[in-house]
């Protein structure tokens, strides 16, 4: 069965830095979507992806955040310059319509 | 707004009890609704959905009703085991390509 993968699995960077969290979507999927989840949170919708376009945002996403799909396969989240408060579980997750298929998730930690 | 409010954890059962994890919503229209769920160290994994008023989504002995008269989404399982250990999340969306809002998880420990 197609999975959503990503890279890498733990990020650890310092406070200030750029970051780019990889994912490979599910092939035949249209909408990527990129979630959050601190440590012992709920979790957070981030941003969604449709048509090469950002289609739907959420307050978290603010200028420091953009995500991009260079290729045919990859979906990226960079993070311009990280803060203490971005460590989290960050999730990728892909749909054709309404079954949403996530990734394992990237623990970023900002040190 | 959108929102999901799950019952608070954590919950602890023997093996072979019965299991509810209430979830209630607010939403605008009429959202479709889901369970996933989290085992440890790992992502979250769809574990069922309803999009319409009276579905019962069922998988693994889980099953949930969508009940819009009381704008639930109840989890229920007949007899839990060991391997149900896991972080429960109702999520909702209203629409396909939009964003899920997830309730704030509720973790449940099954003893032996």
């Known amino acids: 069965e197609p999975e959503v993968t990503q890279t890498p699995s733990h990020q650890v960077t310092q406070m200030g830095q750029e970051v780019i969290l990889r994912c490979v979507p599910i092939?035949?999927?249209?909408?990527f979507y990129w979630y959050r989840q601190i440590l012992g949170q709920k979790v957070e919708f981030l941003v969604s992806?449709?048509?090469?376009?950002?289609?739907?945002k959420s307050e978290i996403f603010d200028d420091q955040f953009s995500v991009e799909r260079p290729d045919g396969s990859n979906f990226t989240l960079k993070i311009r310059s990280t803060k203490l408060e971005d460590s989290a579980m960050y999730f990728c997750?892909?749909?054709?319509?309404?079954?949403?298929?996530f990734g394992p998730g990237t623990r970023l930690t900002v040190t | 707004g959108n929102s999901v409010t799950q019952m608070e954890g954590p919950v602890t059962l023997s093996e072979e009890a019965f299991l509810t994890i209430n979830c209630t919503y607010t939403?605008?229209?009429?959202?479709?609704l889901f369970w996933y769920v989290q085992y440890p160290g790992e992502g979250l994994q769809l574990l069922l959905k309803?999009?319409?008023?009276?579905d019962k989504g069922s998988n693994k002995g889980f099953e949930a009703t969508y009940r819009k008269e009381t704008t639930s989404f109840h989890l229920e399982k007949g007899s839990v085991q060991v391997s149900d250990s896991a972080v429960y999340f109702c999520?909702?969306?209203?629409?396909?390509?939009?964003?899920?809002?997830f309730g704030k998880g509720t973790s449940l420990l099954v003893t032996p």
């Open positions: 092939s035949n999927h249209l909408y």
């Open positions: 997750a892909s749909s054709e319509f309404d079954n949403r298929s």
């Open positions: 939403a605008t229209g009429y959202p479709s």
């Open positions: 309803a999009t319409k008023a009276d």
């Open positions: 999520a909702l969306s209203v629409d396909s390509g939009y964003a899920l809002n």
């Open positions: 992806f449709y048509n090469n376009e950002i289609s739907e």
